[in-house]
């Protein structure tokens, strides 16, 4: 398995920090963010987004001298085209960041809004979505990719910033909780048509590395929408309360999202069951498929319940149920995350003993 999938979540993770420090800055004037961790982020893009055109050039490296392997890639496959336009984008990002010297203000945070964007539209065109089915791939991912970014930014940014006091929160709360309501549409939205294209046939790709790793994503959506819904709806009545930390459960939400980016991440270095027909899925079946159906792999698949799955989802509904209590008794959000994770895990072992 290659390992340049793990340069994705922490691409995803530092344009996220440039989204949410310019949104956070210019509408809560009191939150200061130190310069350099806006320099930092925008390092980590230059850098991370670079792994995916090593990784062409790597392959490519034996048939002729690595400079001119890196030169047809940089100039003739979309992925290295893309990147010397994230890399322009880039180094005119970090030159208004320098010049501007940690003083905010609403021309330079727009400027570098429009630079993020452009950044992002920059990665949107090399993604496999665009690269195979034009623009009809490139919006759904741009739009998908940027308001993923934007919601997680401004959740990241708010929980390490902001400070505790119920004020704060509560004028933090009036803006993003409509924000992220729409957020939370767009991305839903763009996320089914991205599916449609790329997974037509969803449930019989749980035999692959890719279905699982997109099941798996839908599965971790589950609690984070809960943690979502807590922050949103709940957190007001709690604000009040001094022994409440309303940095804790947002952070909490901000981790689950770094855990899809992560998944998204592998997901998106595994073979799109587009390419593959029933045929070819069955011999493209993942390792773990191929374990718990003791080698024997059906395509089209099969639904079976048993009493193991009905345990696991019984566990399942049990982890978010105790989400929910947890908030309520104003216990560590530390541990709704916990029971978030076996909320995600016991649901995706238990989804695929159903087809196997």
Not at 83 to 112: D, E, F, H, P
Not at 135 to 163: D, E, K, R, T
Not at 303 to 313: G, Q
Request: proline content about 3%; hydrophobic content about 55%.
């Amino acid at each position: 398995m290659s390992w340049y999938w793990l340069g994705e979540p922490f691409l995803y993770s530092c344009l996220s920090v440039l989204f949410g420090g310019v949104i956070v800055s210019q509408v809560h004037k009191s939150v200061k963010i130190p310069n350099k961790v806006f320099i930092l982020a925008a390092l980590g893009v230059a850098i991370f987004s670079f792994l995916p055109v090593l990784r062409i050039i790597l392959f490519f490296s034996d048939d002729a001298s690595f400079g001119l392997i890196f030169k047809n890639v940089m100039l003739s496959f979309a992925e290295g085209k893309a990147y010397i336009w994230t890399l322009i984008l880039t180094v005119l990002l970090i030159s208004v960041l320098v010049a501007r010297k940690g003083k905010v203000s609403t021309s330079s945070n727009i400027l570098l809004f429009v630079l993020i964007v452009s950044i992002v539209g920059a990665l949107s065109w090399s993604s496999h979505a665009s690269s195979y089915f034009g623009p009809v791939g490139f919006w759904p991912q741009f739009i998908h990719l940027f308001s993923v970014a934007v919601w997680a930014g401004i959740l990241i940014i708010a929980g390490m910033y902001m400070s505790n006091k119920a004020e704060e929160w509560k004028s933090f709360l009036s803006w993003y909780h409509p924000l992220a309501i729409v957020i939370m549409l767009i991305i839903i939205i763009s996320g089914l048509l991205l599916n449609i294209r790329t997974d037509p046939n969803y449930f019989n790709s749980w035999v692959t590395s890719y279905g699982q790793s997109l099941l798996l994503k839908h599965l971790l959506i589950i609690p984070l929408l809960f943690i979502a819904f807590f922050n949103g709806f709940l957190i007001r009545k709690k604000l009040n309360n001094s022994a409440f930390n309303p940095r804790k459960w947002v952070t909490v939400e901000g981790i689950f999202i770094l855990l899809i980016f992560t998944v998204t991440g592998f997901m998106n270095q595994q073979v799109a069951p587009h390419d593959l027909d029933p045929q070819m899925m069955a011999l493209s079946a993942s390792r773990l498929y191929l374990w718990l159906a003791d080698g024997e792999v059906q395509v089209p698949v099969d639904f079976d319940v048993s009493l193991f799955s009905l345990v696991l989802y019984v566990i399942a509904l049990v982890s978010i149920v105790w989400m929910y209590i947890i908030f309520r008794k104003n216990n560590t959000a530390y541990a709704a995350l916990i029971c978030g994770l076996i909320f995600a895990i016991v649901s995706f072992i238990g989804s695929l003993t159903l087809v196997s």
